[in-house]
T-cell receptor
């Protein structure tokens, strides 16, 4: 089946530092990767859409300079939270469209202290 | 008003009960997804529907395109079914999915 591997599953970082989250499609090519954020008891909200080899498209209200997305290959997309602040603490999850429809990564719980 | 509304938000039931979770949406869609989110956050895709009904084991999903409504049913519920169930719609463009807030289901032994 289609698998998306997301790492790390959880991370704690200090304010002002940067954190990189990786999503890899293991057995299919993910032309498009979606990045979502979920605050406690809230819906998943789309942050950005990345297409391999081109710039990501960010949703309104999402700072592109703060949430850097790189989709350099058909199997790897990364989200870097730069200069992290406590309000960035959230659950981040990626999703790719593959042969079986949408496949989700396992998510990354980010805590900024 | 959210584009995807789920009900109930929370549901506690006894093992063995028949469970129904509802989803209504207000936009045109190409498909509707039912997802299961476990306490650790991981998400599993249960169904993708564009019409009619699908069944997988004890899970049944139905959709009525005209009424913009879908239901997820769980028969003979079990404590391991306890999770958050999320309805999400695909509007067919390149915008990813739009999610409901989820239904937090607890099945008590």
């Amino acid at each position: 089946g289609a698998v998306v591997s997301q790492h790390p599953s959880w991370v704690i970082c200090k304010s002002g530092t940067s954190v990189k989250i990786e999503c890899r499609s293991l057995d299919f090519q993910a032309t498009t990767m979606f990045w979502y954020r979920q605050f406690p008891k809230q819906s998943l909200m789309l942050m950005a859409t990345s297409n391999e080899g081109s710039k990501a498209t960010y949703e309104q209200g999402v700072e592109k300079d703060k949430f850097l997305i790189n989709h350099a290959s058909l199997t790897l997309s990364t989200l870097t939270v730069t200069s992290a602040h406590p309000e960035d603490s959230s659950f981040y999850i990626c999703s790719a469209t593959g042969p079986l429809g949408y496949t989700f990564g396992s998510g990354t719980r980010l805590t900024v202290v | 008003k959210n584009e995807v509304e789920q009900s109930p938000q929370n549901l506690t039931a006894q093992e063995g009960e028949f469970i129904t979770i509802n989803c209504s949406y207000s936009v045109g869609i190409s498909a509707l997804h039912w997802l299961q989110q476990h306490p650790g956050g991981g998400i599993v895709s249960l169904f993708m529907l564009s019409s009619g009904k699908k069944k997988h084991g004890r899970l049944i999903a139905t959709i009525n395109i005209q009424e913009k409504h879908s239901s997820l049913h769980i028969t003979a519920s079990h404590p391991r079914d306890s999770a958050v169930y999320i309805c999400a719609v695909d509007r067919g463009g390149a915008d990813g999915l739009t999610f409901g807030k989820g239904t937090h289901l607890i099945i008590q032994p």
